[in-house]
């Protein structure tokens, strides 16, 4: 009896200090909330529509089937609200059409590295994301899956899932590279529950997969090319505005100009993106015209901009220079420096070559020594010069192998004297592609890679006539 008196006690005190407890927290509550009333009153909240479309729709993704296989060997997309297609509406418009069908919505997309196939996918992926994609689309899973390594087993339970979930795009970059799997990707890309989006590149959509049939007749081709200039520096401007950073009004076109004229073996805009991000490293806080002539000219190794002091000098004085090391070729040596001159100021046109010269005479007056000392002078050392023996291209099948070492030499360094000896032994081929060397300052090889001879010096040497010249 005694035991349930203190029991029935203990409860009753246990109660109150609970209702006691609940009471306190209640008008704390209440004295918290009417303390901070009049704040959310006049605090201005607004909603950003944009914001919220970035966020998915709470409990979406519970109606499709989970896909751990693919989340392990697959790399989801990631978001990037800076990144955009600039110039690239009607391939991201047709891509997005392709992938909202009900059968066959399976994409590959076509063009050159650099031209921004990725952007693409990844500025899709942005407007899938956010819901603004055609609504068919929205919200979907976009997987970049890498083929390197796997089985074919491996392969087709990574499609099967994908395809069961019903909300995933599967991305493919280099496709060409893995024929194997060419026939079960094929069988997937007829399932209307997956989407299949492979790139590649112009050359191997040509000479590897236009050969497959039956992968090309359930791919919708989207071309990509590169933007035109001015969707480059303005694509430029914005990434430097939402980073911040103040520059002169003629920066971006100055970066488009001076890559579009100096950097000829990479597209727009990745050889413009390189410059921005060296740019952005160096200085992260204001940018000028002269900072970016200052990082092309370090970059490709040719003076651009102001003229320094020394090179001022040198061309001012360089008459003076080259008559201490060639004798007896006064006329040759003022059309020289007038010539570098005239390229160096801007004059000439950019389009061609610094200056062409075809010099003529017997063996033993000093042509060859006339351009050695010229590179010396000028170029900073005989090393900065080209040679070719023009000898040993006299048979017509030459051409090839002389178009394809001029290319690559030219490439690995723009700003050059370029000396081809004994030019009147070559083939006729050659000689006439030198025609296009000196009018349009460019020329291609075989595999497509162009070569320009903007800020090149052009010397032929020759023995043709030497007799009548000697008499």
Partial sequence: FGERIIFNILMRLVGAVARISIIFLGLLSLLIVFALAPFFILLHLPLDSEKLKRHRAFGRDLSFRWTPRLKRQAREIPINENLWAFGKEKPLALLEQVLARETQKNALIVGAPGVGRNTLVRDLARRISWGTSIESTRYKHIFELSLEGLSPAEVQSLFIEAARAGNVIIVIDNIHAYPEFFDAIVSFSNIPQLSIVGITDIDHYHNILKSHGDLLKNFEKVEVEEPSD??????????????????????????????????????????????????????????????????????????????????????????????????????????????????????????????????????????????????????????????????????????????????????????????????????????????????????????????????????????????????
């Fill in 230 to 471: 001015e969707d480059v520096a303005e694509l430029i401007a914005g990434i430097l505005r939402s980073r911040n950073v103040k520059f002169e009004e003629e920066v971006p076109k100055e970066i488009v100009r001076q890559t579009n004229h100096l950097v000829t073996h990479i597209p727009q805009p990745e050889k413009s993106m390189d410059i921005v991000d060296e740019l952005l490293s160096k200085r992260p806080e204001k940018i000028s015209k002269e900072d970016v002539d200052n990082l092309v000219s370090i970059k490709t190794g040719i003076p651009i901009g102001q003229i320094s002091k020394k090179e001022r000098e040198t061309l001012i004085n360089l008459e003076n220079i080259l008559k201490a090391k060639i004798i007896g070729q006064e006329e040759v040596i003022k059309e020289i420096a007038e010539a570098l001159r005239r390229g160096r100021s801007g004059v000439s046109d950019e389009k061609r070559p610094v200056g062409g010269f075809l010099f003529l005479g017997p063996t033993g007056v000093g042509k060859t020594h006339s351009a050695k000392k010229l590179a010396e002078a000028y170029y900073g050392s005989e090393a900065s010069m080209i040679r070719f023996d023009m000898t040993e291209f006299s048979q017509e099948e030459s051409l090839d192998e002389f178009t394809k070492r001029l290319v690559v030499a030219i490439e690995e360094d723009p700003f050059v004297l370029a000396l081809f000896d004994e030019i009147e032994k070559s083939h006729k081929s050659i000689q006439n592609l030198f025609l296009q060397i000196l009018d349009e300052g460019r020329i291609t090889d075989l595999s497509g890679r162009e070569a320009v001879f903007y800020n090149a010096f052009i010397i032929c040497t020759s023995n043709a006539g030497s007799e009548i010249l000697l008499k």
